[in-house]
């Protein structure tokens, strides 16, 4: 079992950066990934790292602005978002899985969630 809980979200204006934070338990050596669901959306990918660090993952919304990074000695994953637009705005969750789908929603085949944090882009 893991537990995910999330940090970093707020209000921020347009072209501003917030890190996002999520910190795990329990058995944690799992691929890691960042989706956001805007309001009246569906819930989509926006970021993922593998296990080890090594490989990481980006929607082509985020690409170039957003970098996804983890600390495997503090158990955490970070999402460092730059450039911020109003249409980044959004409920940000924390996943974790063994064998993600990064792209193929709904459950983009990510095991455990953790509640969100809200991101919130003031044009």
């Known amino acids: 079992q893991v537990q995910l809980v999330e940090s970093g979200g707020g209000l921020v204006q347009a072209g501003g950066s917030l890190r996002l934070s999520c910190a795990a338990s329990g058995h944690t050596f799992w691929d890691m990934g960042w989706f956001r669901q805007a309001p009246r959306k569906e819930r989509e990918f926006a970021a993922g790292v593998d296990w080890s660090g090594g490989s990481t993952y980006y929607a082509d919304s985020v690409k170039g602005r957003f970098t996804i990074s983890r600390d495997n000695a503090k158990n955490t994953v970070y999402l460092q978002m730059n450039s911020l637009k109003p249409e980044d705005t959004a409920v940000y969750y924390c996943?974790?899985?063994?064998?993600?789908?990064?792209?193929?929603?709904?459950?983009?085949?990510?095991?455990?969630w953790g509640k969100g944090t809200l991101v919130t882009v003031s044009s």
């Open positions: 996943a974790a899985g063994a064998a993600p789908r990064w792209y193929v929603g709904p459950d983009y085949g990510m095991e455990f």
